[in-house]
């Protein structure tokens, strides 16, 4: 048996360990999980774990059983749960009776862009920054419209109420192993900002799932609503998740950013992201709401990149040195999901390696008439979404047909009436 399986069946005998949950998340980034009991546990890690996909989003098409395999190295313990009978998860890969991977299984696609990379002697490092509301809940605990204060931007308290609960954030995150970085109060009233040290694609998806369940889990045991909308008020900041990515060949990161980019790799895989952004807009701007962040309050819409300073464009090069020289995309938003966001962003970069596209121009501070837009509108992301040939490669059609219908419906269902009361009732529950 496996060393690290063998140390997680010892680490469950010895810690009181009574409810295993296997997590994982469907198509549209909404997580999920079944809980075990430890002696099942051993059983999961040869065997899988059977689940009823018909039930859930983007599986009910699967002509098969399928099954919940954890994968060993995910373990954590859930800090917000009781210390006696504990409660651990693992992520998990669905796979199918013979222990393949399943076509449809996220984690597994973005596996296969990370060996792309590997192929390419490439390691694609990933860090987020994301943002998220406080909101007040009524009597029942139910969420309201109500932020949890006023303050603005590194506000401090008593104006930042959200200072207690992003310090247990943060050390919860710790203590489950991740590596949090900074944490401050945001633009918008209630808004929070938190943002993780980067790690290899895969650990980073993974971590993206932890910290919105253990957000949303420790903001309501302090009575508060946490919500990843991209727009939950039209006049105030929206939420984005800006994704840092670094390329590592060698042990080293090729990146220079303090100079701006001259390693022709990091130069490629840079344009192949920006020829890709609209097509892959659909998922990492995955909800009609997302697209009412996009072009306000200095979130990008402009395709190109900079390096003095944020501006309107997609892409930015922080001056920053060795380690911490990344190249920063600014338009994903945290309701993506996280699997399929990563995937395409390395299959994307890597495409511009293979194609060896030459990095256009730094773009100014300000958007020039004619210039490359992100998509208006999911619809028009969707169609874009549907015609691509990277696409295509890398989402099976089983997949791309369950996704593009969604999105269409969506978009459309979101041009009649109030969206503010659409955003309510279908998104704010779950994002």
Not at 106 to 113: E, G, P, Q, T, V
Not at 244 to 262: E, T, W, Y
Request: proline share 7%.
């Amino acid at each position: 048996m496996d060393n690290t399986i063998s140390e997680v069946l010892s680490f469950i005998e010895e810690n009181d360990v009574k409810f295993i949950r296997l997590t994982f998340c469907d198509l549209y980034g909404v997580p999920k999980n079944v809980s075990i009991m430890p002696g099942e546990l051993e059983r999961a890690f040869t065997e899988g774990i059977t689940f009823e996909p018909s039930a859930i989003e983007g599986l009910k098409e699967a002509p098969m059983t399928l099954y919940l395999k954890p994968d060993a190295g995910t373990v954590s313990a859930l800090p917000w749960r009781p210390s006696s009978g504990r409660v651990i998860r693992f992520f998990c890969d669905i796979v199918k009776s013979d222990g393949t991977p399943y076509e449809g299984c996220a984690r597994s696609i973005l596996k296969r862009a990370v060996a792309h990379a590997a192929r390419h002697g490439l390691s694609c490092q990933i860090g987020t920054e994301c943002e998220f509301y406080l909101f007040k809940t009524d009597e029942y605990r139910e969420p309201t419209l109500t932020p949890h204060d006023h303050a603005g931007y590194a506000d401090i308290a008593p104006l930042d109420r959200g200072e207690n609960v992003r310090r247990e954030i943060c050390l919860t995150l710790e203590e489950m192993g991740f590596n949090p970085e900074s944490s401050h109060h945001e633009a918008g009233p209630g808004q929070n900002e938190i943002d993780f040290r980067f790690s290899d694609a895969l650990s980073a998806a993974d971590n993206l799932l932890a910290f919105r369940a253990a957000v949303r889990a420790i903001a309501f045991k302090h009575g508060l609503y946490a919500s990843f909308l991209p727009k939950p008020f039209s006049d105030r900041s929206g939420s984005g998740m800006h994704v840092n990515f670094s390329l590592v060949r060698d042990g080293k990161n090729i990146i220079h950013a303090a100079d701006g980019l001259h390693d022709p790799i990091s130069e490629q895989f840079v344009e192949g992201v920006l020829r890709h952004a609209p097509e892959m807009s659909a998922f990492l701007n995955p909800l009609p709401n997302s697209y009412r962040r996009l072009g306000q309050f200095e979130a990008p819409r402009g395709i190109g990149w900079a390096k003095d300073g944020a501006g309107p464009h997609i892409i930015h090069v922080p001056p920053a040195l060795g380690e911490q020289a990344r190249i920063e995309l600014r338009s994903p938003d945290p309701c993506c999901n996280p699997y399929l966001a990563f995937a395409l962003l390395v299959e994307s970069g890597l495409d511009g390696i293979e194609q060896g596209f030459s990095l256009r121009a730094q773009a100014g501070n300000e958007l020039v008439p004619g210039e490359q837009l992100l998509p208006e509108d999911l619809l028009q992301a969707t169609q874009a979404a549907e015609s691509s040939a990277l696409i295509a490669r890398v989402l099976p059609e089983s997949m791309r047909e369950l996704y593009f219908h969604r999105k269409r419906a969506e978009a459309e269902a979101y041009l009649h009436g109030d969206v503010e009361a659409y955003d309510f009732a279908h998104y704010f529950p779950y994002y």
